[in-house]
């Protein structure tokens, strides 16, 4: 029987596993994941509480002792909130800086200026786009859903063709694109370099969007032709302020992590010296923290100030931009207590194993499993965290390039066809007024576009990089 011993934490390396023994992991995998599912699904368990019970399981049928199975729950929570929670928060802080001020509206309102007729999807998936950088998903959706329905409703536009543009450009940038949770537990797992991936998220996220957005939005809006629901358009923030901040300031207040971040990046391909004074500050300040933290200082001059937020206002508005994330950390953390407790009992070093003997290249593994927990669990981030840590073994010996391409396998494979089990598909359901029939043809189709296009290209990439 497999035990998860006190040395086998403190190694360097795991204890080689016998085949027995990877017949008692793959089981106790399966009923981990089966239990989260199980939780999660049919008695609708907070998230949190299932990856919790879930990894007690898989510790239980590992053969683990429990007192060995909590330890590497908690190093792993501990680990993973203490290297993607500050991140979290200062994402949440500025969304709701962009939010409150009327800097998002003010976005939207000057694109949406400029663009008609058919460019109008291509000018939602641009908005989406940007505005999905420093945002979570479920926060742009509210964010972007009025100006879907108005647009739809005043232009006389499908409510699908500018509708999935605006939900692909914000998944998107959801499951490839860090700062987003998701990319960032991934990265840390398998230790990626953030500014590569950033830049190859990027590179990928692109023709990905334009793909499952406007190009898929055609077809959606043939299969599913239905009006905008007036009682779903609600007040925008904006309405109720005096003035709200320029274009370019908040574009610019927008940018500036991904810029500084991919600052950092570049410098350290062009330079390569760490003794070099010119990239130790670039490595401290396109670190993620400072560059998130940088934004939010900035957006206090060019945000709060224009739309005329006194400093009094500050501090509630930092509070409620923390209060919703609460449940997003204790979930990401629980994800990294259940991927370090499969790294800790040997499941990484057995999927290693049998990996050897298979022609599956290393990237659509990491898909196929990430494809896998996102169809049975329905969140992408419990996908991600869980295929990072099953695949972490993977990345050893990989070049920089290879390690971030691992990442968006992951983050593409954890897309893959939102179904019943997915919040965020009911989200869409309700506000766009669909049944589940036209969720799926739709939003789930979308989904899947999304998954298998940029799973695709990093494939593609694999063969260059």
């Known amino acids: 029987m497999t035990r998860l011993s006190v040395e086998m934490l403190a190694a360097d390396a795991p204890e080689p596993i016998t085949s027995a023994g990877h017949a008692q992991l793959g089981i106790a995998v399966l009923a981990g994941i089966a239990v989260i599912v199980l939780l999660i699904t049919k008695f609708k368990l907070h998230a949190f509480l299932s990856l919790t019970l879930g990894t007690l399981v898989l510790g239980a049928v590992a053969g683990a002792p429990l007192d060995k199975a909590i330890a590497s729950f908690t190093t792993g929570l501990g680990t993973t909130v203490a290297g993607v929670g500050v991140l979290i928060a200062l994402g949440a802080i500025l969304g709701k800086m962009l939010a409150d001020s009327g800097g998002a509206?003010?976005?939207?309102?000057t694109i949406l200026a400029k663009a008609g007729g058919r460019s109008m999807p291509w000018a939602m998936v641009l908005i989406a786009s940007v505005i999905g950088l420093p945002l979570f998903f479920e926060v742009g959706v509210v964010l972007l859903i009025p100006v879907v329905l108005m647009v739809a409703k005043r232009g006389n536009y499908s409510l699908m063709?500018?509708?999935i543009p605006a939900l692909a450009g914000l998944s998107v940038m959801h499951g490839l694109v860090p700062p987003h949770p998701g990319p960032l537990v991934a990265i840390d797992a398998?230790?990626?370099?953030?500014g590569v991936t950033l830049a190859l998220g990027v590179l990928v996220a692109i023709p990905t969007v334009i793909i499952a957005g406007p190009l898929f939005s055609r077809y959606?809006?043939?299969?599913v032709d239905v009006p905008a629901p007036d009682r779903m358009i609600p007040q925008r923030v904006s309405e109720d302020l005096e003035k709200r901040p320029g274009f370019g300031p908040t574009l610019a207040t927008i940018l500036l992590p991904v810029v500084l971040m991919l600052s950092k990046a570049l410098v350290d391909i062009v330079i390569d010296d760490p003794e070099n004074t010119v990239q130790r500050v670039f490595d401290v300040v396109g670190s993620p923290m400072i560059a998130l933290l940088a934004s939010v200082l900035v957006g206090i001059f060019t945000l709060l100030r224009p739309a005329g937020f006194g400093k009094e206002r500050l501090s509630p508005l930092v509070e409620k931009?923390?209060?919703?994330i609460a449940g997003i950390l204790l979930i990401v953390g629980a994800g990294g207590g259940f991927k370090q407790t499969l790294i800790d009992s040997g499941v990484g070093q057995m999927v290693l194993d049998i990996s050897k003997d298979w022609s599956i290249p290393a990237l659509l593994l990491a898909?196929?499993?990430?494809?896998?927990i996102r169809l049975a669990t329905g969140s992408a981030t419990v996908a991600t965290i869980s295929a990072a840590g099953l695949v972490a073994p993977l990345a050893e010996g990989m070049s920089t390039g290879e390690t971030a391409l691992l990442v968006l396998a992951i983050g593409a494979g954890s897309l893959f066809f939102s179904h019943v089990n997915d919040a965020g598909f009911w989200l869409v359901k309700e506000y766009f007024g669909l049944d589940v029939g036209q969720t799926l043809k739709t939003w789930s189709i979308m989904e899947t576009i999304i998954s298998v296009v940029a799973g695709g290209l990093v494939l593609l990439l694999s063969l260059v990089i």
Do not use: E, K, S, T
């Not at 509206?105 to 309102?109: E, G, S």
């Not at 898909?367 to 896998?372: D, K």
């Open 220 to 223: 959606a809006a043939r299969w």
């Open 105 to 109: 509206d003010q976005i939207v309102d």
């Open 321 to 324: 931009g923390l209060a919703p």
């Open 190 to 194: 398998v230790d990626a370099n953030l």
């Open 367 to 372: 898909w196929l499993i990430a494809v896998a």
């Open 161 to 163: 063709r500018i509708g």
